[in-house]
C-alpha cells in the first residue's frame, strides 16, 4: 500500500542554518510523484517542490530541493540559508494509484520552528 | 491570477445537521481534489472532481459526497455531522486531474466545528 513517513514530528534550527526534513515512502507503483508542502499557522497548504519517479536530476525551487534517492524510497527536503518565515508544518506527499484509483496521501508532517 | 478560494472560512453546526462547503479553483483549472485534516488523521484525500466527474475517492462513508459544476467550482456536502468530522477542510485545484504530473494548489480552508 501506498505509505508516506515522516519521521520528525518537530524540528528546531538556527536561523541561516540549512535543514534537511526526512521523508521516506513505500510504493509498488513505478510511476509516482512527490511532492512538499508548506503549511503556515493560517492552514493554507503551499506547493513547494516536485519530483517525479522518473526524474534523473533532483528537483531545485530557490532555497528547497529536493534529495531523491530512489533506491532508499527516500525524499527528503532541504532548505538552505533557513529564514524566520520558513516556521511552519512541511508535509511529504506522494501521487500515486491506490485501490486503482490515482489519489494523493500526506505523511503525518514535520512542524520545523527557525530560532533567531 | 485568483487563488483557490473557499467558503465559508468557519463554520460551526450540531451533531445530526448537514453542511455545504463551496471551493472555486483557480481559472482554468478544470480538476477540484477534497481533504479533511484533523490532528489524529492528518490530511486525508476525498475525493476528486474533474470536468464534473468524480474521478477518484478516498476511504469516507457516504455521507460525505460532492459535486462539480460546468464553471469547475465545487461543492462538497456533508450530511448527519458527527462530532469526529470536525476537520480543517481543505480544497485544491490542479489544470488536470491527478492522474497526471501537476501540482495541487491549495485554498485557505474551511473549519468546521461540530457540537
Known amino acids: 500500500a501506498q505509505k508516506i513517513t515522516q519521521t520528525q514530528p518537530g524540528m528546531f534550527v538556527q536561523e541561516k542554518e540549512a535543514v534537511t526534513l526526512d521523508c521516506t515512502y513505500d510504493?509498488?507503483?513505478?510511476?509516482?510523484?512527490l511532492f512538499w508542502y508548506k503549511q503556515p499557522s493560517s492552514g493554507e497548504m503551499i506547493f513547494l517542490i516536485y519530483q517525479g519517479s522518473y526524474d534523473q536530476q533532483n528537483a531545485t525551487e530557490g532555497r528547497y530541493s529536493l534529495n531523491f534517492q530512489k533506491a532508499r524510497k527516500s525524499a527528503n527536503l532541504v532548505i538552505s540559508a533557513s529564514q524566520l518565515g520558513d516556521s511552519a508544518m512541511y508535509f511529504c506527499a506522494m501521487r500515486g494509484i491506490i485501490q486503482g484509483a490515482q489519489k494523493l496521501v500526506f505523511g503525518q508532517g514535520t512542524r520545523l520552528t527557525i530560532n533567531p | 491570477k485568483a487563488g483557490v478560494t473557499q467558503t465559508p472560512r468557519y463554520l460551526i453546526k450540531t451533531r445530526g445537521q448537514q453542511v455545504t462547503l463551496s471551493c472555486s479553483p483557480i481559472s482554468g483549472h478544470r480538476s477540484v481534489s477534497w481533504y479533511q485534516q484533523t490532528p489524529g488523521q492528518g490530511l486525508q484525500f476525498l475525493f476528486e472532481?474533474?470536468?464534473?466527474?468524480?474521478?477518484n475517492k478516498g476511504n469516507f462513508p457516504g455521507r460525505f459526497s460532492g459535486r462539480q459544476f460546468s464553471n469547475s467550482r465545487s461543492e462538497m456536502n456533508v450530511s448527519t455531522l458527527e462530532l469526529g468530522d470536525s476537520a480543517l477542510y481543505l480544497c485544491?485545484?490542479?489544470?488536470?486531474?491527478?492522474?497526471?504530473?501537476?501540482?495541487?494548489?491549495f485554498g485557505p480552508g474551511t473549519r468546521l466545528t461540530v457540537l
Open positions: 510504493t509498488s507503483d513505478p510511476s509516482y510523484g
Open positions: 472532481y474533474f470536468s464534473e466527474t468524480q474521478r
Open positions: 485544491a485545484s490542479s489544470l488536470v486531474s491527478l492522474g497526471t504530473y501537476n501540482e495541487q494548489f
